[in-house]
């Protein structure tokens, strides 16, 4: 079931973004991505890169931006450091104050990527980090945006996804949340038969405090309530509609710097073909 919500745009605040670059593909694409997020917005951009030995470091990733930004890629901060990548890059983050991360996750890592990107790092770094991350990949242009919500938390991750689509004009947003499949047949309660609860009015109760989540927001939006689990809903209605980005959230649940990531937010940012946003409920981005 779907409704369409029209309200005023939601007004974009100021971004401070750290991309992580591992200075091969998925770095590089990371870094275009946030640069041109600044170039929108006027947003301020650090770059981090991890590595093992970091002599000449930070001339290579001086090099990379020169290769993106020409002279202007001067006046852009470069950290460099030795360690652990996710421990890095969050530690990155936090002094800097950074209200996004934005890093690549390769399709198929070798090499570098392999020891930089292997799987479980870009999990540690939306655990670590404490504020948003955008994992990037290969966008399809479609102009959708698919943003997951829950029944007890919706407003924060839907005034960020406002912020996240006045950065996307044109394009489509499709809200969307799961609830558990339900019968119709007759359970017991103490020797008592009672009627479950019917999908309808599931529905029914589901929708509307949703809907107005969505007109809190200011955003534009088509909103949907299907049963079944969340995280694989949102990955199968992601390739369904080749959707440019998915935005969900996760529950902070140990401090800023150890932030515990959800299930549904760390499946989505695994399986899902698009580019995915994860978003800190309950922290100020």
């Known amino acids: 079931m779907a409704a369409a919500v029209d309200v005023r745009p939601h007004a974009v605040g100021p971004e401070r973004i750290l991309v992580a670059t591992d200075l091969e593909v998925a770095g590089d694409a990371a870094v275009r991505v946030a640069l041109a997020r600044a170039q929108k917005t006027g ?10 030995d970091c002599a000449g470091g930070e001339q290579k990733v001086r090099e990379q931006l020169r290769g993106l930004l020409g002279s202007d890629a001067d006046h852009v901060e470069v950290m460099v450091h030795e360690g652990a990548p996710a421990d890095q890059i969050g530690q990155c983050a936090q002094a800097w104050h950074a209200n996004l991360v ?16 292997r799987p479980g790092v870009v999990d540690q770094v939306l655990r ?22 829950d029944a007890d938390q919706p407003l924060p991750i839907l005034e960020a996804a406002a912020d996240e689509v006045a950065q996307r004009p044109g394009g489509s947003v ?17 020797d008592a038969a009672v009627p479950l609860v019917s999908w309808e009015d599931l529905v029914a109760s589901a929708l509307p405090p949703i809907e107005a989540a969505v007109r809190a927001a200011g ?19 992601a390739g369904e509609l080749a959707a440019d980005l998915v935005i969900v959230g996760t529950h902070g649940r140990s401090g800023l710097a150890r932030i515990a990531l ?5 499946r989505v940012a695994n399986d899902a073909p698009s580019s995915v946003m994860v978003v800190r409920l ?3 981005p």
Do not use: K
Not at 43 to 52: F, I, M, P, S, Y
Not at 102 to 117: A, K, Q, S, W
């Open 43 to 52: 947003a301020q951009v650090a770059v981090c890169h991890v590595c093992e």
């Open 102 to 117: 934005v890093i690549g996750r390769p399709e198929h890592p070798t090499g570098i990527l392999r020891r930089l990107f």
């Open 128 to 149: 670590h980090t404490p504020c948003r991350v955008l994992v990037t990949r290969r966008e399809p242009a479609s102009g959708r945006v698919i943003v997951g919500v």
């Open 174 to 190: 499709i809200v969307a949340h799961w609830i558990p499949p339900v019968g119709s047949a007759m359970t017991t309660l103490s």
């Open 219 to 237: 955003l534009h939006a088509e909103v949907r309530v299907m049963a079944g689990d969340p995280g694989r809903g949102l990955c199968e209605l």
């Open 262 to 266: 959800g299930s549904v937010a760390e």
């Open 282 to 284: 309950g922290d100020t």
